[in-house]
């Protein structure tokens, strides 16, 4: 068996256990399970679900992006983008890195989630929208430049789901422990679905 962590990652916090010099908060002032690690990344300024592991080849199959798990964003984009802009993000945009693959885009309420602290900031007379995108790679800030290029920036991204992965009703600072089937050697053939035997959710953690 190989443990997984779903972490509800906070807004401007690093996705490592350390600071490297700097005053900003990391993943140790909230995990204290010993011998875990991120599988991917999540930026500082975004919010949601990070994955950690304490297996090798399970950390490499979340993260590695030939095994194609889609990471799911809630995103608060300025304005209000229209049925054409969308159509750019599901086609796939071209970005200075090459152009995206297709992507899953919709509009969507406001999700039922936290306040963030600061608050995005709001300007007179220019209104928001929710957007819902799921993506099938994993280009260095890639939802917010995408974003960006239909003219709709950012103003708040929520990572809600990885592969089979969900946030579900984790708060900030909360996670949920996981016993899962460790992977064996990689085949062509591998399945998607991950079983799992127990579940734990806990309350923001700081180490002893």
Do not use: C
């Not at 949601?48 to 090798?56: A, K, P, S």
């Not at 799921?134 to 939802?143: D, W």
């Amino acid at each position: 068996m190989a443990k997984i962590i779903l972490f509800n990652k906070p807004f401007k916090v690093l996705s490592q256990f350390t600071s490297e010099g700097s005053d900003k908060s990391t993943l140790a002032d909230y995990l204290s399970i010993p011998d875990v690690y991120a599988a991917g990344r999540l930026d500082y300024d975004s919010e949601g679900l990070l994955l950690l592991t304490d297996n090798g080849q399970l950390q490499h199959r979340i993260a590695d992006p030939k095994h194609k798990s889609h990471k799911t964003y809630w995103v608060q984009v300025e304005g209000q983008p229209v049925e054409d802009d969308l159509a750019q993000l599901r086609d796939g945009i071209k970005l200075k890195d090459g152009i995206t693959k297709p992507a899953i885009v919709n509009i969507i309420s406001q999700p039922n989630i936290w306040e963030r602290t600061p608050p995005i900031r709001e300007r007179a007379n220019i209104p928001t929208t929710w957007l819902e995108i799921t993506i099938y790679e994993g280009k260095n800030r890639q939802v917010r430049r995408m974003t960006a290029a239909i003219n709709h920036p950012t103003l708040r991204l929520i990572r809600s789901q990885i592969g089979d992965w969900k946030l579900e009703n984790l708060q900030p600072g909360q996670f949920k422990e996981l016993d899962v089937e460790a992977p064996t050697t990689p085949t062509k053939k591998t399945s998607r679905k991950t079983p799992y035997s127990k579940g734990r959710k806990f309350d923001k953690m700081r180490p002893n």
